[in-house]
């Protein structure tokens, strides 16, 4: 009668496809005009450019639900708008989104902390309070290398007298803040149990094997 024991195999299966939405763990914007400045308390995140005057708004986004083993598929980032898109002459307003490591906290480092651009778009001016803009990030291999570290930061930059601002965690509006969906799949992994004897039957058929060659080559 075989004995079972706790010994198995782990046999890789057809991969798992997921969908996860996002909200960030912190916000806030972020200026060095006139000092260096950062809030994370205004209902609203700014994304300006107006000469030298800069504000870029900051999203903390922990991966840590995500395995680390996934394969990172695709990433949009959803803004809400706080208030309608200007910018001079009509036209529309850059959207330029760089992602790098994070470290949960809203700082003043973020205002120009080296990161790959994830997207490169642009929005439309108008629009109004409520309306939800999403953008495809054109390379989602930053988020993929960040799936160890778990902590992802984004910096959202717009140029040319643009004026953006968007809903943010702290917003006292009947508003959404910011958030992430990312399509991902992870490889299924399951647990076959095996005989705790069966691995010393095959060592004892491959002894047998050995000493049977070892007769003839006599």
């Known amino acids: 009668m075989a004995v079972f024991g706790a010994a198995s195999l782990v046999i890789a299966g057809q991969a ?6 996002l909200d960030p763990t912190a916000d806030g914007d972020v200026t060095t005009f006139g ?3 950062v809030d994370t308390t205004d209902g609203a995140l700014s994304i300006l450019q107006s000469g030298g005057n800069i504000t870029n708004a900051i999203l903390e986004f922990d991966l840590g639900v995500i395995p680390d083993a996934a394969t990172i598929d ?11 898109v200007s910018n001079t002459g009509g036209n529309p307003a850059e959207f330029d989104v760089f992602a790098y490591a994070g470290d949960g906290v809203v700082d003043i480092a973020d205002y120009d902390a080296p990161g790959s651009q994830v997207i490169d778009a642009q929005l439309p001016i108008g629009g109004s309070s409520g309306d939800v803009l999403a953008t495809v990030f054109s390379d989602v291999s930053p988020v993929q290398a960040l ?4 902590l992802l930061t984004l910096r959202l930059e717009t140029d040319s007298f643009a004026s953006v601002q968007i809903a943010s965690l702290e917003t006292l509006k009947d508003l959404s803040a910011s958030f992430l969906t990312i399509n991902y799949t992870v490889p299924e992994v ?3 149990p095996v005989p705790a004897a069966l691995p010393l ?8 094997g050995f000493a ?7």
């Open 16 to 21: 798992q496809a997921a969908t996860l939405v």
């Open 35 to 37: 000092g260096d400045a």
């Open 74 to 84: 695709s990433v949009s980032l959803s803004v809400v708008l706080d208030r309608f």
């Open 147 to 150: 799936l160890i570290g778990d």
């Open 190 to 192: 399951s647990e076959v």
């Open 201 to 208: 039957l095959l060592s004892g058929i491959a002894g047998l």
């Open 212 to 218: 049977s060659r070892r007769r003839k080559s006599a």
